[in-house]
Nanobody, 123 residues
């Protein structure tokens, strides 16, 4: 079992930045692909980004490419989603997930999920 807890969400103006964290416990994070998803009000959950097992293995949705960056600190069992140049359409609940498949763009690719953290971008 892997338990995931996100933090770092909040309210930010358009053009601003936020850094989300995903802290894992239960098993070492290093053996899992870490995915980030978001769900906006009234919309389906969508894939945002994935961080594979190797430093060069990353994947991003087209909507966030060039603005968001995934990373992790395996020693601290923590993953990060750096979000820059935020837009109002980025407003959503963001969740991290752990799985074995890369890039893992489907929610079904992940076995473990955090509870989510709210990100609100004002215009």
């Amino acid at each position: 079992q892997v338990q995931l807890v996100e933090s770092g969400g909040g309210l930010v103006q358009a053009g601003g930045s936020l850094r989300l964290s995903c802290a894992a416990s239960g098993r070492p994070f290093s053996g899992y692909v870490v995915g980030w998803f978001r769900r906006a009000p009234g919309k389906e959950r969508e894939f945002v980004a994935a961080d594979g097992l190797f430093s060069s293995a990353t994947a991003y949705a087209d909507s966030v490419k060039g603005r968001f960056t995934v990373s992790r600190d395996n020693a601290k069992n923590t993953a990060f989603l750096q979000m820059n140049s935020l837009k109002p359409e980025d407003t959503a609940v963001y969740s991290c997930a752990a799985g074995r498949r890369f890039p893992g763009v489907a929610a079904s690719d992940y076995s473990y999920w955090g509870q989510g953290t709210q990100v609100t971008v004002s215009s």
